[in-house]
């Protein structure tokens, strides 16, 4: 596929923040760039990666490498994949789709949301291969309805999200007007106005091609519509959901299945008793608990708690160094969020493409830069903390 014209100054991921935050109205900018509270988990997670020293060597002849990567009996192109981001489809005109397909053709994995605004289905008639998360109310019924529809679609990972027992306190979104799902209101219009671009090529044209985007995944077959005049916020239920619950889920679900938003090891153990496949060591962006510590700082620990189960890494990861980085601190695979969900925005499939292509070439280069021909050594290749 040939770099979309927009693309073509986009040399590392940072260099999409600007043209993203140009392009999105600011309460979508907002919405998807900022933390909670005072955005200390966010930049903490940054900062964590600045923190570990590599410790290259020479002369091992790299010439045949490779970053292939096993998960789950499976081999990726690639170690690193895209997670699951609620609302992509108001960013970049059928971005859950375009994640699918992207992720479908560089053989990496991609996480659906439980709150994106594309049927299940229809993400997995894109990519057969696609996982599933879910947030799931404390209330096994609704949790076993929602489970029989994924596997129904044919899919096999499901990963639930257990690190919004309540929502994070977002006051500048709130600020701009901006709920999810939306009651319309002048800010919002005035923004969506101002940013004309976003307005014709995401929104404008996606009601042209399939009308109002309702939340479609959240377990039964209501469709919740993105904004409408009526709608009412869901009321949080899941604060009562605990480890029995998960525990009956694992009895029922026949495929692999994960958590997302574990910080302690803990934690870990208790999931690797409970006999998941795997846990997402994540704070979820800095997006829910601000100060919950950047998962990188507490990766080593946890990974020394996984037992049979894939450890599952994200959060602030914006550089080939920084998969290569997690992987050598015991991750098994690396996600990526924020920079995709603007890829999607500004450039579509084709955009998420180049962007899987510059990370996946940095990892190259820093494999090949530390003397590895793949990822069985990086572990020696960083510096102790001794030295
Ligand atoms: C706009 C946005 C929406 C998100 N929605 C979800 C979601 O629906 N479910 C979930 O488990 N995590 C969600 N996340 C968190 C991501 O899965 C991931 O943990 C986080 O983005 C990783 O940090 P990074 O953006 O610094 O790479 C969302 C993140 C963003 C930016």
Redesign the pocket.
């Known amino acids: 596929m040939p770099v979309p014209h927009r693309f073509r100054n986009i040399k590392c991921l940072e260099d999409l923040e600007d043209p993203a935050e140009s392009y999105l109205p600011w309460a979508l900018w907002e ?3 900022t933390g909670t509270e005072k955005n200390v988990s ?1 930049d903490g ?2 900062r964590a990666f600045d923190d570990i020293w590599l410790q290259p060597r020479v002369l091992k002849d790299v010439s045949k490498r490779s970053i292939a990567r096993n998960l789950f009996d499976k081999t990726y192109a690639m170690p690193f994949g895209i ?6 489809a108001v ?1 970049g005109f059928e971005a859950d789709l375009n994640f699918a397909r992207a992720a479908r053709a560089a053989n990496i994995p991609f ?1 659906m ?4 605004l594309v049927p299940m289905e229809k993400v997995a008639e894109a990519n057969p291969d696609v996982w599933f ?1 879910a ?1 799931v109310e404390a209330n096994r019924e609704s949790i076993g309805q929602l489970a029989d529809r994924v596997w129904k679609t044919g899919i096999r990972n499901l ?1 639930i ?1 257990v ?2 027992p309540v929502p994070g306190n977002r006051a500048a979104n709130y600020r701009r007007g901006f709920e999810y799902p939306m009651r319309p209101n002048l800010k919002i219009l005035l923004d969506g106005l101002l940013h004309p671009r976003w307005l014709t090529g995401t929104f404008m044209r996606t009601l042209l091609a399939s009308g109002m985007p309702h939340i479609e995944n959240y377990g039964t077959l209501e469709r919740i519509p993105i904004i409408s005049a009526k709608v009412k916020q869901r009321s949080h239920v899941r604060d009562a959901l605990d480890w029995e619950d998960i525990k009956w889920l694992r009895d029922k679900w026949k495929g692999k299945l994960l958590l ?2 574990v910080l302690s090891p803990e934690d870990t153990k208790t999931a690797a008793k409970a006999g998941l496949d795997g846990i ?1 060591v ?6 829910m608990l601000d100060t919950a510590v950047p998962p990188l700082k507490v990766l080593p620990e946890i990974a020394a708690e996984k037992g049979e189960m894939a450890i599952l890494f ?5 550089r080939g160094l920084d998969v290569v980085k997690a992987l050598a601190l015991g991750a098994d695979f690396v ?5 995709f ?1 603007y890829a999607a925005a500004l450039g579509q499939e084709q955009g998420i493409r180049h962007v899987i292509e510059l990370l996946a070439s940095e990892v190259d280069r820093t494999i090949a830069q530390l003397g590895c021909c793949d990822f069985e050594d990086i572990g020696d290749r960083l510096v102790q903390p001794s030295k």
Do not use: C, E, W
Request: glycine content about 18%; hydrophobic content about 30%; charged content about 20%.
């Open positions: 919405f998807a760039s966010r997670n940054r997670p699951p981001m609620g609302a992509s960013f996480v949301s439980g709150s994106a998360q947030y990963v999200t690190d919004v997302k938003g997402f994540s704070n979820h962006g800095g997006r994200d959060g602030g990861v914006r996600f990526v969020g924020r920079p969900l």
